[in-house]
């Protein structure tokens, strides 16, 4: 497996030394002079000094200053620093979609923004297509992004032009004979279910459900704007709609996942961002076997596999859960569904059983995974379970009520009290196993 280590001491990939703000000093005063007997004064004053600006902040500050500049919002050179021109630029891009321009950013407001901007770069002869039709430059991109979320469709509609009416037909003089009947129309037989080449060259059905491809920054700026229509995050005690308690819950331990991945990312020698992020996606296929395997299996049987595969390794425990962190931040901040599931499982694999609810979440939406209710829900009672144990949450805020939602909304979804394995909190899951010290031979 082919990932980012934190041990190689070529080059550093950020330095927090320059993100510290300096104090200026000046001149704000002048010789004030009262008579000719009285000597000249000078007042020196010293400036406030300029904000601090943690690295992730800055980081994410960059992201929107560029996604601004790309769509004609001009915020200036993508410093970090939130100045006046960043402030105008985003006002005037919250009043163009609409929302109210004050110039400072909403949570959703800003995931919109960038997300939009990471589809436009990768979006490909497409996204010209539709800058084209809307006709308003890459801003255009913008609204068709909303209405997709909203159920439209990117491309405006084009409205047909009427159809010519039928030449008039001159009176007949003469018998016409019998018009020919139209041929019986013979439905195409659809198959039961689809097929799969088997290794044989014959036909196997296959009724595991598969991924629906859908964008998770798409998923979790609708989610964004349910939230935000419905008056803030649902409760425990408020909870009436489960499925969209879970999707609140998922997109908001994808943000912490971006989060951490982006903080431990900046420690790392050796590698610039776009190394990591290659090494990354690099390694991502070769879970794509375990992948089905979270649908196919328990979780306990998917999880020994993959313990398996993380003894095979041969790498540090300690190391390979720093960088799959990174791999998982980088695989939400990127869309790349395929790398963040797998990021997930290595995780797991390590014993982390809390990051199964990142697993029952894929499961549940189709994101890189077949799409499973039951596994889902299975896997996210997994990751319950250890939290209720005491294993480090995804998520830093919410603390007990978290999980306590989490749990009523398992619950509620499933229509039981308790799931099996929230029975017994005795009972082995998906394992928390302690890696042995040797190294193994990779299979």
Not at 243 to 260: D, G, K, M, S, V
Request: glycine letters at 10%; hydrophobic letters at 40%.
């Amino acid at each position: 497996m082919a990932l980012a280590t934190t041990a190689m001491p070529q080059k550093t990939f950020a330095d927090g030394a320059d993100f510290a703000a300096g104090i200026l000093t000046g001149i704000v005063g002048s010789a004030i002079v009262n008579n000719a007997q009285k000597p000249k004064y000078v007042v020196r004053k010293q400036a406030a000094p300029r904000p601090t600006v943690n690295t992730y902040e800055r980081q994410q500050n960059r992201e929107v200053q560029t996604s601004l500049n790309y769509f004609g919002f001009p915020a200036g050179v993508p410093d970090g620093i939130m100045g006046r021109n960043s402030r105008s630029a985003v006002a005037q891009y919250q009043a163009f979609m609409g929302y109210p321009a004050t110039g400072a950013l909403t949570e959703y407001e800003r995931a919109f923004l960038t997300s939009s901007y990471q589809r436009a770069i990768i979006g490909g002869p497409q996204v010209s297509q539709v800058i084209a039709a809307r006709g308003l430059g890459p801003r255009g991109l913008l609204h068709a992004y909303r209405d997709e979320q909203m159920g439209g469709s990117a491309m405006p509609q084009v409205q047909e032009a009427a159809a010519p009416p039928p030449p008039a037909v001159a009176p007949q003089t003469e018998p016409v004979a019998a018009a020919t009947p139209a041929p019986a129309v013979v439905p195409v037989p659809v198959p039961a279910a689809p097929v799969v080449e088997a290794a044989a060259g014959s036909k196997l059905p296959s009724f595991l459900a598969q991924s629906t491809g859908v964008s998770i920054a798409s998923h979790c700026n609708r989610v964004s704007m349910s939230t935000g229509s419905n008056g803030g995050f649902i409760t425990a005690a408020s909870m009436t709609d489960p499925q969209q308690a879970l999707n609140e819950q998922f997109c908001l331990a994808r943000t912490y996942a971006i989060e951490q991945g982006d903080s431990l990312a900046v420690t790392v020698q050796g590698f610039s961002m776009a190394e990591m992020q290659q090494q990354c996606e690099a390694f991502a296929p070769t879970m794509f076997e375990y992948q089905a395997r979270i649908a196919s299996q328990s979780p306990a049987e998917a999880a020994a596999s993959l313990q398996d595969f993380v003894v095979a390794t041969g790498a540090p425990p300690a190391q390979l859960s720093a960088n799959a962190r990174i791999c998982l931040g980088i695989g939400y901040r990127t869309d790349n569904a395929e790398l963040a599931l797998a990021s997930a499982m290595v995780l797991v694999g390590l014993g982390e059983d809390a990051y199964g609810e990142m697993l029952g979440h894929h499961l549940l939406n189709g994101f890189a995974a077949p799409k499973r209710t039951d596994r889902g829900m299975e896997w996210l009672e997994v990751a319950i379970l250890s939290l209720e144990s005491g294993s480090s949450p995804l998520v830093s805020t919410g603390g007990a009520g978290r999980t306590q939602l989490l749990k009523a909304a398992v619950q509620s979804a499933t229509g039981v009290s308790a799931g099996p394995v929230l029975q017994d909190a005795s009972a082995p899951v998906s394992g928390g196993f302690v890696l042995p010290g040797a190294t193994a031979a990779a299979n």
